[in-house]
């Protein structure tokens, strides 16, 4: 019999490429971990934007197949009956109580009230049936908090302390661990996306080619609209300022770079404020990269840039990992927690506590430094990264008892 390997908070559809590229990267490191195994294995992904019963994604030359399954919760009497009237939600507590292991990626920073406590159940409702199912359970490495409600903290204590391993994938969120709960198996590592494949692109000789990432989020003041992530300076005319800046050096090159992409009008948007600012700029200067169709497609382009920086974090990893010298303009301390205090890089423009002079200093400064950032880059993912790479793959084997 197979055994079952269910996948939470990694969506492969998901119109937000950093999603897309952890559930890439959890299936590639999954199989990694499992290449001495002699048993066979199911894969069960749990997605809300579930598409097909079963499919299949062809990775470094291998087909992997999944199942899909929705997410479900039974924590409060609304949710109870809607899940026992639903035959697929029905389906996903099956597939929970037949599962060997659950691994919960987060959406990479969803394990945090950081963008509202109903985010929060949706991943970690997941993590409570299986613990009531008394299932093996690891969250990959994701940033864990910040945390503001009571009643979240005691909720993500709890999964924190049931949880047979924990990888934080940076220093902050392993300091909260450590602090917090009687978690012994809780491993510093980083974020899976580092690992995710790609193929180097090239643009024209003639330039410098710069990418910028505008988040469709921040530049609608967040969820609620109104600054929901308290950012000093006003990102939208930052980012106008930003450009503008590149655009007085005659020979850069201005790439606007979405990273969550939407067919639809959406606050969370990024191709849609990219199409807003082609037509403001006017210039042939300033393009726009194309409507990527999955996460690798937007690695191989990020790639190709000589600088690159904005505010959507996958984005920005995309860019370290494929040795391109980056600028993260952070909005949380998931920013600071992973470059700054894990991968001790210090090129972080942090909008949090940064005006937009500051801010904008702080990019240029790298850019006008972006060959010892590269240098820089390079030396971190030949050790840093190398190393907690091997660790996750060293620990998913004994998790899975390999």
Not at 21 to 31: D, N
Not at 183 to 199: G, H, K, L
Not at 320 to 326: G, H, K, T
Request: with cysteine.
């Amino acid at each position: 019999m197979k055994k079952v390997i269910l996948i939470v908070g990694a969506d492969p559809y998901n119109g937000n490429r950093g999603v897309g590229a952890l559930f890439v990267s959890s299936l590639l490191m999954i199989q990694e971990a499992l290449i001495a195994s002699t048993d066979q294995y199911k894969i069960v992904v749990v997605n809300s934007s579930f598409s097909k019963p079963v499919d299949s994604l062809n990775l470094l030359g291998k087909t992997i197949s999944f199942e899909n399954t929705i997410p479900v919760s039974v924590f409060n009497v609304k949710s109870f009956i809607k899940c026992i009237m639903s035959p697929r939600a029905l389906k996903t507590i099956a597939h929970i109580y037949n599962s060997d292991f659950v691994l919960n990626v987060g959406a990479g920073d969803s394990f945090a009230d950081l963008y509202g406590e109903r985010r929060f159940n949706w991943l970690n409702d997941i993590n409570r049936i299986a613990c009531l199912f008394r299932k093996k359970i690891t969250l990959l490495p994701q940033t864990i908090g910040p945390f503001k409600s009571v009643r979240v903290i005691k909720k993500a204590n709890q999964t924190l302390k049931s949880s047979a391993l924990v990888f934080a994938r940076d220093r902050q969120s392993l300091k909260y661990v450590q602090e917090n709960c009687q978690q012994v198996r809780v491993f510093e590592a980083v974020d899976m996306a580092f690992f995710m494949p790609f193929t180097r692109s090239s643009f024209t000789s003639q330039g410098i080619h710069v990418g910028i990432n505008v988040s469709g989020l921040l530049w609608h003041g967040g969820y609620t609209r109104n600054n929901q992530f308290q950012l000093k300076p006003d990102y939208s005319k930052l980012i106008v300022d930003i450009v503008e800046r590149f655009l007085s050096i005659p020979n850069v090159v201005v790439h606007l770079v979405p990273h969550v992409v939407l067919m639809n009008s959406d606050v969370e948007n990024d191709y849609e404020i990219g199409l807003e600012l082609v037509k403001k700029f006017g210039n042939e200067r300033v393009v726009l990269s194309p409507f990527f169709l999955n996460p690798i497609q937007a690695k191989d382009y990020i790639s190709g840039l000589d600088f690159f920086t904005g505010a959507r974090m996958h984005a920005c990893i995309a860019a370290f990992s494929s040795e391109v010298p980056v600028v993260p303009m952070a909005y949380s301390r998931k920013f600071n927690g992973l470059f700054v205090d894990t991968l001790q890089y210090e090129y972080v423009a942090d909008m949090i506590h940064s005006d937009s002079e500051e801010i904008i200093s702080s990019i240029f400064h790298g850019f006008e430094n972006r060959k010892a950032l590269k240098d820089l880059i390079h030396e971190r993912m030949s050790t840093q990264v190398k190393e907690r790479g091997e660790l996750i793959i060293q620990e998913l084997k004994n998790f899975f008892e390999v």
